[in-house]
């Protein structure tokens, strides 16, 4: 087998464009809607692998042959995640052939958060085509869109995994391939009912592509993720205190009694000053004695 010549297009991107377009302005069942009308208008329904159990969104067989040996195959997988703190993990295996000259196959994966806070979710989308290996147009689409609309700490993962395989004869499915189409599909299973992250459904099935390398030529892969961090908490208002009794009404200012004087305190009685010493006074036997007069 050998692998069909990889031509780029800007169809690619502008699907791509226009997909996350719808996906970011409107609910999932627009996006879901639009797919839809696409689909009829191409001849071929979409494949639908939605969220909830309850969607009413039709779903075809997992095995597509085209109608029209002109349009290829579509694998499209919408999950939508609502619920807060949950994980949503969905994917689709499809085996489309393209027995015709133009090679146009379609897969898309959309991951879209709709909860309000911290839920993740994982779309993937896996298609493997046989193609006519004598093509004359070869235009396959392969496009991932996540989105987390108006969520608080979401992460959300798209996966779109195409193989477009060269081959003689279409309709026959080899036999390597149907092995690879049969683990991939009991994989998804596993996923969807026993992943307990993102990490770990991403590796799971990462596992088994590698198990495969003998495909890995035909491999084609878009991932788109988006992670809203969580907002921080908002500041505690502190609490209102208590009500405290009412205050009594102010009485209203009485005139201003005449203060008695202060007392005068005692002037401070001196402190006694020592006695003078009397001088002595000239005593009798201190007088001088009158001296005799002559005879």
């Not at 026959?172 to 770990?200: C, W, Y």
Request: proline share 13%.
């Amino acid at each position: 087998m050998r692998s069909p010549s990889r031509v780029t297009f800007s169809e690619d991107a502008r699907t791509s464009a226009i997909v996350h377009t719808i996906v970011k302005k409107s609910r999932i069942f627009l996006l879901t809607g639009s797919f839809v009308i696409a689909s009829i208008s191409s001849g071929v329904p979409a494949t639908v692998h939605a969220d909830d159990p309850s969607d009413p969104t039709p779903s075809t067989s997992p095995d597509e042959q085209s109608a029209d040996a002109n349009v290829g195959p579509k694998n499209i997988v919408l999950v939508e995640n609502k619920h807060d703190g949950r994980l949503r993990v969905k994917g689709h295996v499809q085996l489309g052939k393209v027995p015709g000259s133009v090679v146009s196959p379609v897969n898309l994966a959309a991951a879209v958060n709709t909860c309000h806070n911290a839920c993740d979710t994982l779309a993937v989308a896996l298609q493997v085509n046989l193609v006519n290996r004598a093509f004359s147009v070869f235009t396959p689409q392969n496009a991932a869109v996540a989105v987390n609309a108006g969520c608080n700490g979401c992460h959300a993962v798209a996966w779109a995994i195409q193989y477009n395989i060269g081959v003689d004869d279409p309709i026959q499915v080899p036999a390597g391939v149907n092995k690879f189409v049969g683990r991939m599909r009991a994989e998804m299973a596993h996923i969807d009912a026993s992943s307990t992250s993102l990490a770990q459904a991403e590796s799971e099935m990462l596992g088994v592509i590698a198990q495969f390398q003998d495909l890995v030529a035909y491999l084609t892969t878009s991932r788109d993720e988006k992670i809203t961090a969580p907002s921080p908490p908002e500041p505690q208002q502190p609490a209102a205190p208590a009500a405290q009794p009412a205050a009594p009404a102010p009485q209203p200012a009485s005139a201003p009694s005449a203060s008695p004087e202060p007392s005068q305190a005692p002037p401070p009685s001196p402190s006694p000053s020592p006695s003078p010493v009397p001088a002595p006074s000239p005593s009798a036997e201190a007088a001088p004695q009158a001296s005799p007069s002559p005879p």
